[in-house]
């Protein structure tokens, strides 16, 4: 660990990052196994550039287990609803251990039927969707993920939130080392940014809720969905397919399960997993080469392609490790002088 010369912020190498965050998750109760895996979803976030849910989400996952919200060594129960349809129940724990159990299974579906589900129940969800589709599409597969979260989102032309954040990721297998991903909240932007801001003692910008620049106006008011009616509808469609076609809480649901406790998401998350020899059989790489073109097309006019910051940021982050507030820095540490 090293002190930026500002010691506005604090450099960790990945290996540190990880140690910090494994000790601190344990020291909040978190079973072995799910220390594993929520550890590596933070430290991915930070590695990629994601402040909002890296290493930021140690003091809302410690918070939320303190208050009682997470099953801390919940064990994952799978089963088989259909022959294409995969089901873990997370049995109240974080979601990331749900998904190491179910994935092995829906790749296995998705290349026998051409196509699969993975639903997981009961899980508490913090994180960023992106690295679920990011790893079925290096399994060559397509990937599509959506998780509800907390009534925090008004609908368009409306004033009271209805809606959580909702997330929309998607992953596209390709030649070369990165898969094509995108993973953005339905809300004009992820709740967790407005957090880092308000951390930060910085304004927002004023669409992002009810016409405030203030950060904590728009946490305690009601946020906006982005693109007006179309990501309102979207945000519904998230809501419709990790809720109710799952058999899972809406975003309203989640936050009446929460009962004021303020902790993170209860609820479900879809994966679809889509196997492009499903419907092309051999001419697979035929066509993904064909969608290359697409991609050259977007890159050649000098516009980027979603997850290309992402990875350069990785290959940064891998180099040179992270860097993180030091104030964000020392409230970690504190989660550890209470537990050590
Ligand atoms: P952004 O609005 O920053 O959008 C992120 C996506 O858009 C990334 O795929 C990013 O690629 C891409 N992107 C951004 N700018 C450009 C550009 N100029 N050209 C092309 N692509 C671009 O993210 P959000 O604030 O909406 O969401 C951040 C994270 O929060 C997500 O990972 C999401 O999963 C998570 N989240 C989780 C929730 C939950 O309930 N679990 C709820 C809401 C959000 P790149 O990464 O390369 O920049
Ligand atoms: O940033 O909106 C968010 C969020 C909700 C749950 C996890 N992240």
């Given amino acids: 660990m090293t002190l930026a010369p500002d010691a506005d912020t604090v450099r960790l190498s990945l290996d540190e990052a990880r140690s910090l965050a494994r000790r601190v998750l344990s020291a909040a109760g978190l079973s072995p196994a799910h220390v594993d895996a929520v550890a590596e979803t933070m430290v991915a976030g930070e590695r990629d550039g994601c402040a909002s849910h890296g290493l930021y989400r140690l003091l809302v996952a410690a918070d939320s287990i303190a208050k009682g919200v997470v099953s801390v060594d919940a064990a994952p129960a799978l089963d088989e609803p259909a022959p294409a349809l995969v ?45 679920e589709v990011e790893t079925l599409a290096r399994d060559g597969l397509v990937a599509l993920a959506f ?8 609908p368009e032309g409306g ?23 995108f993973d953005f909240a339905t809300s004009a932007t992820a ?53 109710p076609l799952i058999g899972d809480l809406t975003s309203q649901e989640s936050l009446d399960a929460d009962a004021g406790r303020k902790g993170s998401p209860l609820g479900g998350e879809l994966i679809l997993a889509l196997d492009p020899a499903g419907f092309l059989g051999a001419a697979a790489g035929q066509h993904l080469q064909r969608a290359e073109a697409l991609f050259e097309a977007i890159q050649a006019q000098g516009a980027r ?26 409230d970690i540490l504190k989660l550890l002088e209470r537990k050590d």
């Fill in 87 to 131: 089901r873990v129940d997370g049995g109240g724990g974080f979601a990331q251990l749900a998904f190491e159990r179910g994935r092995p299974l829906l790749v296995e579906k998705a290349r026998r039927f051409g196509i699969a589900a993975l639903a997981l129940n009961n899980v508490v969800h913090f994180a960023a969707l992106w690295p």
């Fill in 147 to 154: 998780t509800p979260s907390h009534a925090w989102v008004a």
């Fill in 159 to 181: 004033t009271k939130p209805v809606f959580g954040t909702n997330p929309i990721a998607f992953g596209w297998p390709r030649p070369g080392p990165h898969p094509f991903v």
């Fill in 191 to 243: 709740r967790g940014e407005i957090e880092l801001r308000r951390r930060a003692g910085e304004p927002v910008p004023a669409d992002w809720g009810a016409s405030t620049t203030v950060a904590e106006d728009v946490l305690a008011g009601a946020m906006r969905t982005f693109g007006g009616h179309k990501g309102s509808a979207l945000a519904a469609m998230v809501e419709l397919l990790a809720g």
């Fill in 305 to 330: 392609l979603p997850s290309e910051r992402r990875y350069a940021a990785r290959a940064v982050s891998e180099r040179e490790g992270v860097a993180i507030p030091a104030a964000l820095h020392r």
